[in-house]
Every structure is written in C-alpha cells, then in structure tokens.
C-alpha cells in the first residue's frame, strides 16, 4: 500500500507532475520520429521544439524578445557570461556570493578569478543560522563590486532573498547583478519586471519538473551588445548554417551565448512540463498548505527548523536538522523503504512537497521519521 502511494517530498531535486511519464514519452518519441526520417527536415522541426522550450521560459519570467537562450545547466551559463564580459568590468573588483550558493558556481567562480583578475568574497553565515542574512550581503556590497551573483532560494535552508533591495542596492553601488534561480522558479512567483537583474541563470529541473541538460540563460537587453563569449560557435552566430571561416561575428540577441550544436534534446524533454505548469492554479497555495504542516509536526516535534519560518522569506521547501543521535543516510534510506522520498545534506533533511504531495504524505513522513530517529 505504501508502494502504490509514494510520499514525494523531492521537488529541490527532480519535481514531478501527473502524466509526466507520458508527456516526456510522447515528446521523446516525436523527437524520434523526425530526427530518424529520411528526409532533410531535421533540423527546422527540432529547433522549433526548442525555440518553443524558449519561448515558454520568456513567458515564465517576463523575458524581453531575444534575451534569452538554453545552456546546459547553470555552472556553463555562468561560465558563458563570466567569460563575455568586457575585461575591465571585473578585473581589480570584487565578485560577491553567500556562502550557501549552490557550490557549483562557487567552484566555477573561485578557479577563474586567477584568469580574469577578480577577488572573490563570499559571505559568511553567522555562527548558529542556516542561511546568509540579506544586511550581512548589503553590508559587505560597496562600489568596490564589480558582480554580484544572488540566490533566489536557496538549496540548504529554503532562504528566499529580498531580491528588491539587494537588486536596488547593487545597481546603485554599478555592479552587475546575476541571480540563481534555481531553487525558486516554478514554485515562488517571478518576474524581470519586479526583480530587473542584469541576468540570470536557471534550470529546468526541480519545480519546473523538466529535465537535465535544459538550463537557460537570459540577460538584460542593453548588455547582451558588449558580451562577447569565449565559448562560441557556430550557434553563436545570427546564421548556425554560414561557415565562413573569415566571417564570423556574434548573434545580435542572446543567441549569441549558444556555441556548439544546442543540447535539443533536454529541451524537448522539458517543453511538456513547461507547459503543464503554465497551465496550473494555485501551486504556491497548495504548496503553503503543505509546509506549513510540515512545520507544525516537525516543531511538536521538537526538531529544529532550518528553514524561515515567515512564508515571504522562503521558498517551497522547509528543511530540518536531525539530532545528533541520528545517522542521516540510515533515516533516508530507512523513509525510502516505507515509500516516502526525502534527502539529506550532512545533518539537514530536505522536504518539499509540491503537486503530487498530499497532507496524508506528511503525515506518513512524521510517522515514519519518529520511528527512525
């Protein structure tokens, strides 16, 4: 019984919805069928799947026409962004990041300061809390900035920043302002319009419940002209198909952050899943409903929230610390075998409830931890 009605609670991970299978199996067997035909209509047909994958994340985010494109994940967009930039724009200057960043980009952003001449200063979390506090990134963010790359939401703590006022504060200190979307697009509402970044980074994954490899790029209009990528191609350019070797120049729109054939496939995969959450209600709601019973059970409980306990300072996931009596991989695995699907970095257990989480699921979760821990 428990078998037939799996407790999914990994949406920070890999979301899913209803049907997904099906969806994913009829978008992939499609991609089959025209990429396998003997004819020379390949490419026209994948690259409108992907231009409509595009076209569905301009519409999620408020894009500008053209001011977005598909990266495989978001460590090689940064890097695609990182290494366009005008040199003087952060040669000499800080790069500013919390300490609870996903650490991907951390590695990316500390192996290539060497090469492009910046410092990088992450700040730290106080001893006791589980995120970054927002006045603690304010206080360390001076015109000395050259880039700021925030967390929307992040991965260990469900911290949601005040992305109004880190935004504000570093334009006007003239630093350029990336956000990680990660961990909040398709659960937490936003849009450029509210929250005007310079650029920012997201994958598919997760509450979007897409697929791996189908990462997005998107940068602010204006400041797509003086990007020039290192990592480039023949997808950078305004044409994929001229290849004269003496005329290449950049795509005037964010195409020119593609390089290499685009990874088409990850994008098909993903677009039926864009498209079934553009057509849902209230998914933040049922969301709310959810973690905030997941608060009030771990609380009597007497664990420890690791996560903001106000809603509008949080994503959709509520984490907790298992005591120290508790050997996380053995509660996991143990929660696995009753059917109920949670993960653990180091002592924290990471619960997100989203589509097709229900309130008896939580329950069963609180059941089945009281037995392990």
């Known amino acids: 019984m428990m078998q037939d009605d799996p407790a999914y609670f990994l ?63 978001v460590t090689t967009a940064l890097f695609s962004v990182l290494g366009g930039l005008p040199g003087e724009r952060l040669r000499g200057k800080r790069v500013l990041i919390g300490a609870d960043c996903f650490p991907s980009l951390h ?74 979307l990660t961990q909040g697009i398709g659960i937490v509402p936003f849009s450029l319009h509210d929250f005007p970044a310079d650029f920012v980074l ?12 189908a990462g997005i790029i998107q940068m602010r209009p204006d400041l797509i002209d003086q990007v020039r990528p290192q990592l480039r191609g023949w997808f950078s350019q305004d044409n994929p198909f001229s290849w004269d070797l003496d005329a290449f120049d950049y795509a005037p729109d964010a195409r020119r952050f593609d390089h290499g054939t685009p990874s088409v496939l990850a994008c098909v995969g993903s677009v039926p899943a ?41 994503g959709g996931s509520i984490m907790v610390e298992l005591p120290a009596s508790a050997e996380p991989k053995v509660v996991v695995d143990g929660l696995r075998e009753q059917g109920i699907h949670v993960d653990a970095r180091g002592r924290i257990m990471r619960i997100s409830p989203g589509a097709v989480t229900e309130l008896r699921h939580v329950e069963r979760l609180f059941a089945g931890l009281k037995a392990l821990v």
């Open 107 to 180: 590695f990316l952003l500390n192996g290539m300061a060497d090469r492009l001449g910046y410092t990088l200063e992450t700040v730290p979390l106080r001893q006791g809390d589980f995120w970054v506090r927002d006045e603690d990134m304010l206080a360390a963010w001076d015109e000395s900035v050259g880039l700021a790359l925030l967390t929307f939401v992040t991965s260990t703590s469900s911290h949601r920043c005040d992305l109004e006022a880190l935004i504000a504060h570093g334009h006007r200190m003239g630093s350029l302002v990336g956000v990680d």
């Open 274 to 314: 864009l498209r079934w959450h553009a057509g849902q209600g209230d998914l933040l709601g049922h969301n709310r409903l959810l973690t905030a019973a997941v608060i009030d059970v771990a609380s009597d409980a007497g664990l420890t929230i690791a996560t903001p306990l106000n809603e509008a300072q949080r």
């Open 202 to 213: 997201s994958t598919t994954l997760k509450w979007l419940c897409g697929t791996p490899g």
């Open 11 to 73: 949406y920070h991970s890999i979301g899913l919805y209803p049907d997904k299978a099906a969806d994913m199996a009829a978008a992939l067997a499609a991609f089959s069928h025209d990429w396998a035909a003997m004819d020379d209509a390949q490419w026209p047909s994948v690259l409108g799947a992907r231009a409509a994958f595009l076209q569905l994340w301009q519409d999620l985010i408020d894009a500008p026409e053209g001011s977005l494109t598909s990266a495989e994940n």
